[in-house]
C-alpha cells in the first residue's frame, strides 16, 4: 500500500513538474515575442494570457508617465476606451437582474428627458435605438446648451440637450445596427439616475470592489488626482509626446477630466483587474447564467448590412472563432479585450502607445500556446518613421 502510495506520488510530482515546464516554456515564448515587438517600436502598454482559470502570462513594456520616470507596471491604471461598453453593459445588467429597471421598457421612464417614446436600454446595448448620432452632426449643437451650464460637453448637459432640443432620430428603433457611442453615455446616466450614485461610485460599490479592482475607475477631477495613470503617447514633429487631448490647455481654458461624456468610454483599469472581471463575469459571479447568455446573444436587426459585425450587450461576437470581444481606441491607447470560451483563452490588451493591429496580439501568443509557429509581424509605415526617436529618446531597455 505504502509503495502504490509513493508510486502515485512520484507520479503526481512528475506530471507537475512538467507541466510547470511547459507552462514556463509558453510563458519565455510569449515574453520573447512581446519584447521583440517592444525593442522594434511595435508595442507599448500591458498584456495578459491566459485561460478563464489561470494566468499564463502577464507584462507590461514601456512608459506610464516618461516625465516622472514612472514604467508601466500590471496595476497601472490605463483608459480603457471603447472597451468601457462591456462594463456598462454589466452594470445595467445588473440593475435588470435586480428588478430595479426593465430594459425592455422606454428609457424616459427612468429619464423623462429623452424625448422618444420607444427607445429602450436593450436597443442602446445592442445600437439598434436609432439614437441620434450625437458625436457626429449634433456634437456642436450639444456642446453650446451643456458648456454654459456644466462647462464642457458632459451626461448632465447631453440630456439637457435632448429635453430641449429633441434631435432627429438617426432610424426607427430595431431597423439596422448603427455602432453609437452616445447611447452608452445615456445608459451611464439611467445608471445614476436609478441607483442615485455617481457612475463611478456605483461601479466601485458593486462591481470594482467586490472584484478586488483596485487600478479601476471612472475618469474625474478627483479619480485623475489620486491615481498614477497610464498616459498615452503619440510621435508628433520628430518627438514622442504625450497625447493629452482631454487634459490639455484649450484657446478656451483647460479641458476639465470630470467634464466629458463617459459610460461610452473613459474607464481606467488594468490587465490584472480585467482578468478579475473576465473570469468573474464568464463564470457567473456578477449575473446568473440566463443574464450571462442574454448578454452574449447577438442582435438581429430589420436590416443587416454586409459588414455589420455580430454584437450582444457591450461584446462583439467574432464569427470564425466564437470568441467574445471588444476593441477601443482613443487618444493613443489602443485597447482589446478577447475571451474565446471554446478555447479557453483571454487576451487582455491595454496599449498606450500601440500603432500596429490588435488582433496580432492574440494570434501570436495563442499559436505559441498550441505549439504553432508564429507568423512574422511587419513594421508599420508610421513604425518606422518613428522608429529612430523610440530608440534615441525613449526606449527603456529590458
Known sequence: ??????????????????????????????????????????????ILVGTLDSVIYAKSYGWANKEKGQKLTNTTPTRLASVSKSVTAMAVMQLHEQGIINIYKPIKTYLPEVPYDDI??????????????????????????????????????????LELKKPKRNYELGEKFFYLNSGYSLLASL?????????????????????????????????????????????????????????????????????????????????????????????????????????????????IGENDLKYGYGWYLQEQTGAWHHTGGIEHYATLNYVDVKENLVVIVLGNRLIGPLYGLVGGPHRIIKGKPIEKYYQ???????????????????
Do not use: W
Open 120 to 161: 429602450t436600454a436593450a436597443s442602446l446595448l445592442t445600437h439598434t435605438s436609432g439614437f441620434p448620432h450625437i458625436n457626429g452632426k449634433y456634437m456642436g449643437k450639444l456642446y453650446k446648451v451643456s458648456n454654459p451650464l456644466y462647462g464642457d460637453v458632459t451626461n448632465d448637459g447631453l440630456l439637457k440637450f
Open 191 to 303: 445608471i445614476e439616475r436609478v441607483s442615485k450614485k455617481s457612475f463611478n461610485n456605483y461601479l466601485k460599490e458593486n462591481i470594482f470592489d467586490p472584484l478586488g479592482m483596485d487600478s479601476s475607475f471612472v475618469l474625474s477631477k478627483e479619480t485623475f488626482n489620486e491615481h498614477d495613470i497610464a498616459f498615452s503617447y503619440k510621435y508628433k514633429k520628430s518627438k514622442i509626446v504625450k497625447d493629452l487631448y482631454y487634459t490639455e490647455k484649450r484657446k478656451d481654458g483647460e479641458r476639465i477630466p470630470e467634464s466629458i461624456l463617459y459610460g461610452d468610454k473613459h474607464i481606467f483599469s488594468c490587465i490584472e483587474d480585467m482578468y478579475s472581471l473576465d473570469t468573474a463575469f464568464f463564470k457567473y459571479q456578477l449575473h446568473s447564467k440566463k443574464i450571462v447568455d442574454e448578454i452574449l446573444t447577438p442582435v438581429k436587426p430589420k436590416t
Open 1 to 46: 500500500m505504502k509503495l502504490k502510495f509513493f508510486i502515485l506520488l512520484v507520479i503526481l510530482v512528475t506530471n507537475t513538474f512538467i507541466i510547470s515546464s511547459q507552462n514556463k516554456s509558453v510563458h519565455d515564448k510569449i515574453d520573447s515575442l512581446i519584447l521583440a515587438l517592444y525593442n522594434n517600436n511595435q508595442f507599448s502598454g500591458q
Open 380 to 398: 508599420m509605415k508610421s513604425e518606422i518613421k518613428s522608429f529612430d526617436v523610440f530608440e534615441k529618446t525613449f526606449k527603456i531597455d529590458y
